[in-house]
């Protein structure tokens, strides 16, 4: 198998700072209150966003409080994407808006969780590295937790956004709290800066916006040792000055340290809602970081956004669909195709395992574009392929991703080429005509762990394909999770029918890009092209899909001017 492409994250790249006695790095810690959901992961993205945009160098993480070692395995009904990094982390979603954010690649050692915090600690322990002393909570787990975050900022970072999860007053949160107490201790007080969002609820029958849960849930940080030194208060509504006093009174906040967040229109407008509200320079003040914010490259974005108003409307055909943030990088890189061609992309969430109301009913039939996201296990297979075949049938652009290209694969298999009973040895391992397997290497591995494809690997694409014409080059990169792959025992027969695999590994062993030859747009990649999208860079797949989508919308060609101003994410 070809060997991954285990770049240095640009974030914590370059010159090495001093010994730990003498951090550089200034530490920026976001903390959570009252409720979960506020949208912590974002005000922090938009913190390290405006940071950058004062020319600091920003790397961020995530301490996630539970056990698990990584998100990998964990459902996404219940938590959301997993989001890869270019080294092949599994990690938490919350990295995807940091990579978004502040575009930089992030890598593992930017999410934590106590279960891995505590697998460190265990196997020092089982080596002997504790000389025979108790181990604890405080100072082993703390001191573990205080290395990780040291960690990221020994690499000529200027400063580390740390996030943690989960909400205070939570059981499991109280060693991330400990530690980050402390750490201001450690590397001195001019260096770390805590950030606390709460929410201030709005009560109808009193037409009131309520102080009290920010409050309680400051007095809460406090009883854990930690003074904030903002806070950003999330609302429906905007808050009156005259609250902020009421806030920064009770909290012993600064008032310029007590920032509102309203709801937003969009996402990327919060940078500059915080900008306007003061929080960075607050925060820079505090650190004692000097100069000016240059937020116009930002302006310019969202007002790229906000001129994004001719409608496509694209379809996900996925199972997880009842849980969107399942599919969030698909969903964003979406968004950024649409901005790139000044076109808001209206998502349609498709249950694929309604596979009789997907066709029958009609389901698809109103729809510009459809994507078929990645996915694992059976559930749900027969609606994408059935997806993919109307899609393919009837000319409608169609990108599949990881799952959905080995979709498009099997669908083709058994429609165009006769093979009946086509399928992934991962739904039916009986399949006469396995056209998607595991490669030899790892059929014998019986430790499935072992076995995905996880991060960035290289792909040639076919000069004048579709997918060398979206990227606009020939060598390309990708974040890969996989394990199932095309079986190379049939590529030979999909060739020779307008089937091609336009992009493969550099050993030209695994097909990495399909495409169907006349067709305006039925794409398929075995890697996770969304994991690289920016707002201002979209990955190349998802702007051509949108492309094609406006095309089929109003039948005409897209201003190529308007695109081709943009350049495209991946390099
Ligand atoms: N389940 C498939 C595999 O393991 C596809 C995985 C995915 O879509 N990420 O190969």
Known sequence: MTSPVHRVPAGVAGATAGSPGQHRAKHIFVTGGVASSLG??????????????????????????????????????????????EDGGETDLDLGHYERFIDENLS?????????IYQAVLAAERRGDYLGRTVQVIPHITDEIKRRITRLGNHGTDVVITEVGGTVGDIEILPFLEAIRQFRNDVGRSNV???????VPFIGPSGEQKT???????????????????????SEQPISDSLKRKISDLSDVPVAGVVNAPDAG???????????????????????????????????????????????????????????????SVAESLRHGGFAHRAKVELEWIQAEDVEGLLTEGRLRHLDGIVIPGGFGERGIEGKIAA?????????????LCLGMQVMTIEYARNVLGLTGASSGEFD?????????????????????GTMRLGTYPAKLRPGSQVAEAYGETLVYERHRHRYEFNPAYRSRFADTGFVCSGVSPDDRLVEFIELEGHPFWVGTQAHPEFKS?????????????????????????????????????R
């Open 193 to 199: 800066c805590y950030v606390h969002v709460t929410l």
């Open 388 to 400: 993919a075949g109307y899609a393919r049938e009837n000319d409608v652009p169609c990108l599949g």
């Open 534 to 570: 920016r707002p201002d860079r979209p990955a190349p797949l998802f702007r051509a899909l949108v492309g094609a989508a406006l095309e089929r919308a109003e039948g005409r060609r897209p201003h190529l001017l308007d695109v081709d101003a943009l350049p495209v994410a991946g």
């Open 429 to 449: 391992r009986s399949s006469p005509h396995k056209v998607i397997d595991l490669m030899d290497a790892q059929r014998h591995v019986v430790d499935m762990g």
């Open 266 to 328: 969009n996402l990327y407008e919060i940078p500059l809602i915080l900008h306007e509200e003061g929080l960075d320079d607050e925060v820079c003040r505090i650190l004692g970081i000097e100069g000016a914010c240059d937020t116009s490259a930002w302006e310019a974005l969202v007002s790229r956004v906000e001129a994004s108003t001719t409608p496509v409307k694209i379809g996900v055909v996925g199972k997880y669909v009842s849980l969107p943030d399942a599919y969030l």
């Open 212 to 234: 009290k849960p920010t409050q309680h849930s400051v007095t809460e940080l406090r009883s854990r040792g930690i003074q904030p030194d903002a806070i950003v208060c999330r």
């Open 108 to 116: 593992q050692a930017s999410n934590a969780t106590t279960g891995s």
């Open 40 to 85: 912590k992961g974002i005000t922090a993205s938009s913190l390290g966003r405006l940071l950058k945009a004062r020319g600091l160098r920003v790397t961020m993480q995530k301490l996630d409080p539970y056990i698990n070692v990584d998100p990998g395995t964990m459902n996404p009904f219940e938590h959301g994407e997993v989001y890869v990094t």
